[in-house]
Nanobody, 123 residues
Framework: QLQLAESGGGLVQPGGSLRLSCAASGSPLSGYAVGWFRQAPGKEREGVSFISRSGLTMMYADSVKGRFTISGDGAKKMVYLQMNSLKREDTAVYFC????????????????WGQGTQVTDCS
């Protein structure tokens, strides 16, 4: 069974950068699309970014466009989220998820989830 594990979170000052990683084990990612989601305290989980199974289609929430970049390696054993120009409002737990969603930002349509990695503004 596919298992996902996020890493790369941490403390960051506004304007800083982090790269989050999502590692797959137990099964290759090649059969799945991958999404990044985040959840801030007291808020609903929201879709941040998405990469299709083919790796050819990427999607971003309006709030992160131009600042975040999603990518995957050739075998899609890893998916990354490069986050630049971080803002205070980016503070959240970030999750990667795998599935075959018809709507990329719908968390209900993903079958596999990691445990999350915390990104915290330290200003």
């Amino acid at each position: 069974q596919l298992q996902l594990a996020e890493s790369g979170g941490g403390l960051v000052q506004p304007g800083g950068s982090l790269r989050l990683s999502c590692a797959a084990s137990g099964s290759p990612l090649s059969g799945y699309a991958v999404g990044w989601f985040r959840q801030a305290p007291g808020k609903e989980r929201e879709g941040v970014s998405f990469i299709s199974r083919s790796g050819l289609t990427m999607m971003y929430a309006d709030s992160v466009k131009g600042r975040f970049t999603i990518s995957g390696d050739g075998a899609k054993k890893m998916v990354y989220l490069q986050m630049n120009s971080l803002k205070r409002e980016d503070t959240a737990v970030y999750f990667c998820a795998a599935g075959q969603p018809s709507t990329w930002s719908s968390s209900r349509e993903y079958d596999y989830w990691g445990q999350g990695t915390q990104v915290t503004d330290c200003s």
